[in-house]
């Protein structure tokens, strides 16, 4: 059993055999034992902005211990947390998201989820592929043979087709970040893609990447398209042919010397040319310095299945991944308190900053001023005769003390689903009634008078009215959006008039929801503009719209 931190208490799960079967490291000390929904079981790796982790989600009804297999199992990134508080590293880390969702197919990683939960982990879960990465493969049997560098010339290059044809550029593919499963290759780590419809995240001249497996543009610090993956995929193949990189190692400087100004090494191409001189051309014209020289993803794919690529891994590649992939285990009982806190991880949080202190001390000082102005307007009406007037103008005053948001607009059409308020919820700044206030949560309504009422005959009251304080709907366009009215939990993924509302609102406060408009998708572009309305507001950063989004969003 490895030795790690008691205070991981499902580590146990998995033996010092079954890490080593799985390609797993045991926890240390400082990791997480839970990360949004999943349970962490073991390390798969860790780079410079964040850390790899084996877990699988608990069932809500696991209380006893249970078996499962390598299918259950999910491979989860996590930021680290000085990179999770950038607000540009958080835009980098929305585009790996989104290619992931984006690119989905037979030779990529299926996505599974991702989020910022209450432990600050800025996470996205994909699932566990049963094999080991090419980089491991090379490094335990050598190179491989012609036929199999065939196979991966086509199964990555049909992947990069898939990724160039959803407007994405890898701009890290290497070794490391091909998996070779049972069903083939998959690329995997879009952690510095670019896309098409979007800025670029790096100024020019900054290297993002892996040197020896950058393309001539890249590292140079140049505008890149599909055609420096192709590099990319030229360096792999001759790495995976003869088990060095056609730009030699060394020195980062140096590296990126030869890969912008010097011809791959004549030795490593030599070595491939020996046995498959065809392999060998097709690895030149990868790594051709001219982008336009290069062949097209698609090309790549189709040279190589011309060539009879193999059908199988080679027998001790083969026999690992099969034995990981056939791998089961047993869950370890979870407590209920455990089952608690993993579900409760699990489940997005209130989103407010420290700041929001602030904002509901000065929705104190708000509410004082509107009892005061209540009080005074009952005891003018008191202190004039008339009793059936003083009553009314009392009824009037009260109504407008506890309610001093009623919405005067119209019932929106639909009846949204009603979701509670917890008690713990701190009031927010409520402004007095405007001319056209926004809709208030589903379950408000406004003064109800009875039918049968007499009329009052005629009597000397002086009432105090509050003087609107709230803006018009000329200067406050968002309060003509009425998709939805209450506060429940919108986030990424989400469809509905809930997303609506929110891309009606902030459309109309100036924020770039994308090119398609109001359209009821919580995409890339909506989370990154709600993003930046919490920024703006001091609430927490988490792309989300909660119950603390949805007044901001509503509000002055």
């Known amino acids: 059993m490895p030795e790690t931190d008691p205070a991981h208490p499902w580590t146990g799960e998995l033996t010092a055999a079954d890490l080593e079967r799985l390609g797993a490291q045991p926890l240390r000390r400082s990791d997480p034992v839970t990360i949004g929904p999943y349970r962490v079981l073991a390390r798969l790796g860790g780079g410079g902005m964040g850390r790899l982790f084996l877990g699988r989600a608990v069932a809500a009804d696991e209380s006893q211990s249970a078996a499962y297999t390598a299918r259950d199992l999910v ?20 585009r790996e998201v989104e290619a992931v969702r984006r690119v989905h197919g ?19 879960a994909t699932a566990y592929v049963p094999g080991l990465s090419l980089d491991e493969a090379v490094r335990r049997h050598g190179p491989l043979p012609a036929p199999v560098v065939w196979r991966l010339a086509a199964e990555i290059g049909q992947a990069l087709a898939t990724i160039a044809a959803a407007g994405i550029v890898h701009r890290d593919l290497k070794p490391s970040n091909v998996l070779l499963g049972a069903d083939g290759a998959r690329v995997i780590d879009f952690g510095v893609v670019h896309t098409a419809d979007a800025s670029a995240l790096t100024t020019t001249g900054q290297h993002v990447g892996t040197p020896a497996y950058m393309s001539p543009e890249q590292a140079g610090g140049r505008d890149v398209d599909a055609a420096s993956d192709v590099f990319s995929l030229g360096s792999v193949l001759a790495l995976t042919a003869t088990g060095q990189a056609p730009f030699g190692e060394g020195s980062t400087g140096g590296v990126i010397h030869r890969v912008i100004y010097e011809p791959p090494s004549t030795e490593v191409v030599d070595r491939v040319a020996e046995s498959a001189p065809e392999l060998a051309g097709l690895i030149r014209r990868c790594l051709d310095k001219d982008p336009a020289a290069r062949p097209a ?58 700041a929001g202190r602030r904002k509901g001390r000065r929705a104190m000082v708000l509410g004082a001023v509107a009892m005061v102005v209540a009080v005074v307007a009952v005891v003018v009406a008191f202190a004039v005769p008339g009793h059936k007037g003083a009553q009314e103008a009392h009824s009037k005053a009260t109504v407008r003390a506890a309610s001093p948001t009623v919405s005067h607009t119209p019932t929106p ?77 919108t986030k990424y993924g989400d469809k509905g008039e809930r997303v609506r509302e929110v891309q009606c609102i902030l459309k109309a406060r100036g924020y770039n929801i994308g090119p398609y408009g109001v359209d009821g998708d919580f995409g890339d572009d909506t989370r990154l503009s709600v993003r930046d309305f919490q920024q703006a507001h001091d609430l927490r950063i988490d792309g989300m719209v909660g119950e603390d989004t949805w007044p901001a969003l509503r509000g002055a």
């Not at 455990?338 to 209130?350: K, M």
């Not at 009432?463 to 609107?468: G, L, N, Y």
């Open 297 to 354: 993803p698609e090309r790549v794919a189709e040279v190589a299945r011309e060539h009879d690529p193999a059908e199988e891994w080679p027998d001790p590649v083969a026999e690992l991944i099969a034995s990981r992939a056939g791998w089961s285990g047993r869950s370890a009982a979870v407590s209920p308190m455990d089952q608690l806190t993993v579900l409760r991880r699990g489940t997005p949080q209130r989103t407010v900053k420290e």
């Open 413 to 489: 059409t639909h009846r949204p689903k009603k979701h509670p308020t917890p008690s713990t919820s701190a009031p927010l700044p409520q402004a007095p009634p405007a001319a056209n206030p926004p809709s208030g949560g589903g379950g408000d309504t406004g003064p109800t008078h009875a039918a049968s009422e007499p009329k009052p005959q005629p009597t000397k009251v002086i009432t105090v009215t509050p003087k609107p304080s709230g803006k018009s709907s000329k200067t406050r366009p968002w309060t003509s959006c009425h998709y939805y009215s209450g506060t429940a939990l």
């Open 75 to 94: 491979a989860v990134k996590v930021i680290r947390p000085e990179y999770a508080e950038d607000a540009r590293f958080r835009r980098r880390f929305d």
């Open 106 to 124: 037979r030779y990529t990683a299926e996505l599974l989820g991702s989020g910022f939960d209450e432990d600050e982990h800025l996470w996205m």
